[in-house]
């Protein structure tokens, strides 16, 4: 949804954003339909080219949601930052909780790819695609998977 990887309307974000914190106001309730107020404003940091302030926003709330998506998103956010260890880490902690998790198998291919660690980032993408290998013809992720794997072959 809002959080999506794909989705980039700030103005959008910011108007639910808006109705997540006057939920959260009136009912003490922040998580609407999966997307906390703290993802939405670090989205929004991001969209304006801010990942500092986007990653200090999740560090400051990852222990107390434990949810894996922070954990992703951070992963991504330190991957941008060219902070590999870092995003390592958050990618760890996804797939020790759930060692199938495709979406954290694809990003960490993609972190250790630009890490220099082709035969790990091939290994990953392996995983991830071979979970997705029933995905459905349109699914964005699985695309992505195939994608990447076809141009790494190229090169």
């Known amino acids: 949804i809002y959080t999506h990887e794909t989705f980039n309307d700030k103005e959008d974000i910011k108007i639910y954003l808006d109705f997540v914190e006057k939920i959260q ?3 003490g309730v922040g998580d609407i339909l999966g997307e906390s107020g703290d993802l939405l404003k ?4 991001v969209l304006d080219n801010n990942y500092d302030t986007a990653i200090t926003i999740l560090e400051e709330n990852n222990i107390k949601s434990r949810e894996l998506v922070y954990f992703l ?20 902690i996804i797939l020790k909780r759930n060692p199938i998790n495709s ?16 035969e790990k ?7 991830a695609l071979k979970v997705w ?7 964005i992720f699985s695309n992505r998977a195939k994608a990447t794997a076809q141009e790494w072959q190229e090169k």
């Open 42 to 45: 670090a989205k929004l940091a």
């Open 73 to 92: 998103t951070l992963g991504r956010y330190y991957h941008h930052q060219k902070k590999y260890a870092k995003a390592e880490e958050n990618f760890n």
């Open 103 to 118: 979406k954290a198998h694809y990003y960490a291919a993609l972190l250790y790819y630009d890490w220099g660690k082709t």
């Open 25 to 27: 106001s009136v009912y």
């Open 121 to 127: 980032a091939n290994e990953y993408l392996n995983k």
């Open 133 to 139: 290998k029933n995905a459905d013809a349109d699914y």
